[in-house]
T-cell receptor, first 117, second 115 residues
């Protein structure tokens, strides 16, 4: 089991450019989460998929951020017209949806560090 | 509303001592899960320990244990016999039943274990 895989590990974009971040959850996990981590805000919830369906995107900045999960093996987070304040580490995590012992734990990827110049 | 609060931003302790990190949470649910995660200097975030809200016994895993005080909506993490490698950022998190199982994190406590 390779764990949650996020690509790229680092991405540098110019202000106004688009950035697409990729996540491959652990096989068999039906819940996929995206978080943004900064020094000031900590781990901010962005959005959550369950069995590929978007469940809660209450943490997503509505205008420029979008997330998709076209199949059970990957999810993408797209940021249009990136701004310097979007610079952060974007973390993907997956878990079993709900169940008995051990099935609610999140497993995190290594993250993508986005730098907007 | 779902909320997790860690008021301690940084703690320093001497090696081999015991440390407690605080966490309080807000929830309307009667059933929920509480977690502690550790983020190492490399950025890796790993699961440490979990407490199910319906269980009265405090969870224990290795040298990690929890102090679950449900009436106070409090879930403290206790690390005994701390080691240098326990130096990291520790996050408290909650997953609710009715909130579509969304997982919310506190802002973290940075633990420094000194030799």
């Amino acid at each position: 089991n390779a764990g949650v895989i996020q690509t790229p590990r680092h991405k540098v974009t110019g202000k106004g450019q688009e950035a697409t971040l990729w996540c491959e959850p652990i096989s068999g996990h039906s819940a996929v989460f995206w978080y943004r981590q900064t020094i000031v805000q900590g781990l901010e919830f962005l959005t959550y998929f369950r069995n590929q369906a978007p469940i809660d995107d209450s943490g997503m900045p509505k205008e420029r951020f979008s997330a998709q999960m076209p199949n059970q093996s990957h999810s993408t987070l797209k940021i249009q017209s990136t701004q310097p304040q979007d610079s952060a580490v974007y973390l993907c995590a997956s878990s079993f949806d709900w169940g008995g012992d051990g099935q609610n734990t999140l497993y995190f990827g290594a993250g993508t560090r986005l730098s907007v110049l | 509303a779902q909320k997790v609060t860690q008021t301690q931003t940084s703690i320093s302790v001497m090696e081999k001592t015991t440390v407690t990190m605080d966490c309080v949470y807000e929830t309307q649910d009667s059933s929920y899960f509480l977690f502690w995660y550790k983020q190492t200097a490399s950025g890796e975030i790993v699961f440490l320990i979990r407490q199910d809200s319906y269980k009265k016994e405090n969870a224990t895993v290795g040298h990690y244990s929890l102090n679950f005080q449900k009436p106070k909506s409090s879930i403290g993490l206790i690390i005994t016999a701390t080691q240098i490698e326990d130096s990291a950022v520790y996050f408290c998190a909650m997953r609710e039943f009715t909130n579509a199982y969304k997982v919310i994190f506190g802002k973290g406590t940075h633990l420094h274990v000194l030799p």
